[in-house]
């Protein structure tokens, strides 16, 4: 009982001695190579595009997927992913760019940070559903796989935040404490003293660090539900959508950087209530709708370099298929298969917007 008693008194000495006194901030964020500047928040995103592409190929192709075809689609997801993230932004934070004092175009200085996640996500959602049409790829199929590698992807890219001395909470004294410099944003490195030190602002919650490590555990989540559940097509993202917004209520309002409020509460939080709304319909919507077509199997190429698709064996022939030799029309022409039998009202309510 006396060791049970004295253990909150003990911990934090124990933890004081086990962590680093405080976690440092860089107090450069670019780097030149001649006049090509190297900005470390570009590089983290970058970094987590390669990762989160990467990964989803590697689920899509154990899913019956060819090789390439992440790639494929992300080069229609990634681009209308980063306007979106762009776009959402500067909605919620026109300020700094069109308020008062604002500089226009600043808007399109994208390597300085600001990237909303919402928008990302919903506009991103609409290159991916082009690409999944362009690709022969079901949707929810490519949204599934997609979904734990863009919440690595998002881990990664909270510490181009932590290059930029940004997304920090309340001041506090705690063994991981952040170490934080006031910043030049237009030269991307700390202001410095007479003697050319960087001026430390002082020192407060890495938040930036809280919300990575909560997306990491998501991931490993999302992967383990996929792989222990039953689920139906697209309800692996629904998940996503959903669990995103639980840790990021609870991190937005421990931030301390400025932000635009409504009824008191930072704007991110709202979104992130209804973004949470959203993950749940998806989750019912899509646990009622038919699964997507199996897909053949990885395509080969013939002697002349056309494309030949091996049959698949996870399908019996459709009971009215007249011949045996007729082949499955979502096979032959890379649709979806049942996706595209949905009724118009079902058609009419593809979850672009997630």
Known sequence: MSLIGSAPAVLPSVLG??????????????????PLPIRGYAMCILAGIVVAVWLTQKRLEARGHRKGVAIDISAWAVPFGILGGRLYHLITTPQPYFGEGGDPWKAFAIYEGGLGIWGAVALGAVGAWIGCRKNGVAFRDFVD???????????????????????????TDLPWKLRIYEWDGSLGRAVTDAQGNPVVKGYFHPTFLYEALWCLLLAAFLIWLGHRRPLKSGQVFAAYVMGYPVGRIVIENMRSDSANHILGQ??????????FLLGLYLWRRFGRMSQPAVPSGPESTDEEGAPVTEPSGGRSPEPSSPEAGTEDPAVETGHDGPNDAESEESAGKRPAQS
């Open 145 to 171: 796989a997609a979904a734990p590698g863009l919440a690595i992807a998002q881990a990664m890219g909270r510490f181009g935040n932590w290059f930029n001395n940004e997304i920090y909470g309340a001041p």
């Open 17 to 34: 001695s086990a962590l680093p006194a405080e976690i440092p901030s860089p107090s450069v964020g670019v780097w030149h190579l001649g």
């Open 266 to 275: 930072r704007v991110n939080t709202w979104v992130s209530i209804l973004v």
